[in-house]
């Protein structure tokens, strides 16, 4: 069953539909249309509300954003069944956990906080694909409360899909992500927001190329997804922020005293970086 | 003939031989590794010393670090043959206008500043070709004494690159390209640092995904031509700077103070406009 059956939750259904390891996929969402065109596409077999899917749901994927999650946590719990495994997509995870231990109490044993590390501009069930996942990773964290079997189920789940599994706390997981991912997510929108306010705003976007094409690639993502990311890991962000503003404050001191060893120093490390994660990650 | 037939000035060759509408296009590098690459490649018809290709040249492209221009045209003046045309491909162009009509003096009636808003990562003549400039910006920075005969030369040969020719000032030009080039560089290059001298870079790197790739290609440039870059456009770039860091500080005060509506609003505005641009450049 796939709470939210678009880009993210649709492409874990078309994924395990192929892989021929899933039974019956029950697609839910609040928007109408969402479900018809996942049920339209094959990504899922069947449309019901979120109550009669939980009541014969093996597995409960929410992929949703993600402070949609602890209200469905609230409808889920009366009606679910003791064998269920419940995991979700979002892209933070401590506040997930919380609110999980916090809304199910004894059955937050049967919640496992997971993150799928990939995605698409495009979002909804028309841009979901079957190969999404295939050699992205997938993080889960794991609570104490998770069993062996609860871990291995979500993680062959995931395994399905191509993808390859990092276990690692949820506080570890925000950091980490707010690292990698909300900062670039956060300094490329800044940017964009920046170039956009100019007076002279259209020479500038006229004359820019393939480096701002990438650059800025990110920052065209949902306002209302990000806002939730932000806010979910806000804490983990803030600290990260002050570390980028440090480094930020450091190469335009260096550019302002027009110190070319700090400057040459910075730029080499960077692309030295940058080019080694190229070659390792295979994302190139 | 082209000074530094690497990947901006061979694929300029490449694509005047590819129109046919050249001669005989000579070499002139530093480094003879260059030059003789690029004869074997075909991008190049003959090596030659700076002098010797000077006494011979219709055009002489400068296609070198932007720091070189200086003492090339100071070794290029006493051997100019009076109707030769001088061009550059540099990325900043007050500085280099700033040095043609102080070491050229009359001369640099012949010299005309452009700048391709092209490039890509991996330079030299291997990693040149005809297609570069296709659809691509040219800008060109004429000054006062430029003719209308050599805006019109040098304005042929670019479309004959397949790019589409803008002229503006050279004050004009550092200044849109501080903001959509060298920034985002700086930006891209800052964050790579600083994720790069974390103490648990590696966990980070293991888990950055296709977000991460594209905010952070630019930052794989050459830290030398970037340094170069920066400290050529220092005034424009601090100028820049410190309004992406009113803008930066702006979306953090947002979060900090979970700011819903302010930061949906910047997040919103970003993605409208990258959207707008994407669908407008041609370049998505």
């Given at each position: ?174 950091r980490v992500?707010a690292s990698v991912?909300?900062v670039p997510?956060f300094l490329s929108?800044v940017f964009m927001?920046q170039v956009?306010?100019a ?5 500038r976007?006229?004359v820019a190329g393939s480096g701002f094409r990438d650059f800025t ?21 803030l600290s990260e922020l002050q570390q980028v503003r440090q480094a930020f404050e450091q190469a335009e001191t260096a550019l302002l005293e027009t110190d070319e060893t700090a400057l040459y120093e910075f730029l080499e490390k960077a692309a030295l970086a940058r080019r080694l994660w190229g070659s390792r990650s295979?994302l190139e």
């Amino acid at each position: 069953m796939v709470v939210g059956p678009g880009l993210i939750g649709g492409s874990v259904a078309a994924a395990l539909k192929q892989a021929g390891c899933v039974g019956k996929v029950i697609g839910v969402s609040r928007q109408a249309t969402t479900t018809s065109a996942a049920l339209d596409l094959g990504l899922i077999d069947e449309v019901a509300d979120l109550v009669t899917a939980t009541q014969q749901a093996d597995v409960i994927l929410l992929a949703t954003p993600v402070r949609a999650t602890r209200s469905l946590l609230e409808q889920i719990k009366p009606h679910l069944l003791p064998h269920t495994v419940i995991t979700d997509a979002g892209s933070t995870k401590a506040d997930v956990l919380a609110d999980a231990l916090e809304v199910l109490g004894d059955q937050a044993v049967q919640f496992l906080p997971g993150h799928p590390i990939a995605g698409a501009e495009k979002a909804g069930p028309e841009a979901a694909f079957a190969e999404l996942y295939r050699d992205r990773i997938v993080i889960l964290t794991p609570h104490k409360n998770n069993t062996a079997p609860i871990r291995q189920l979500i993680t062959q789940m995931w395994e399905a899909c191509g993808a390859r599994v990092m276990l690692m706390s949820a506080a570890d997981h925000d950091r980490v992500l707010a690292s990698v991912s909300h900062v670039p997510h956060f300094l490329s929108s800044v940017f964009m927001w920046q170039v956009a306010s100019a007076p002279d705003a259209d020479v500038r976007l006229h004359v820019a190329g393939s480096g701002f094409r990438d650059f800025t690639r990110i920052s065209a993502g949902s306002a209302e997804v990000w806002r939730d990311i932000f806010l979910s890991n806000r804490e983990a962000m803030l600290s990260e922020l002050q570390q980028v503003r440090q480094a930020f404050e450091q190469a335009e001191t260096a550019l302002l005293e027009t110190d070319e060893t700090a400057l040459y120093e910075f730029l080499e490390k960077a692309a030295l970086a940058r080019r080694l994660w190229g070659s390792r990650s295979g994302l190139e």
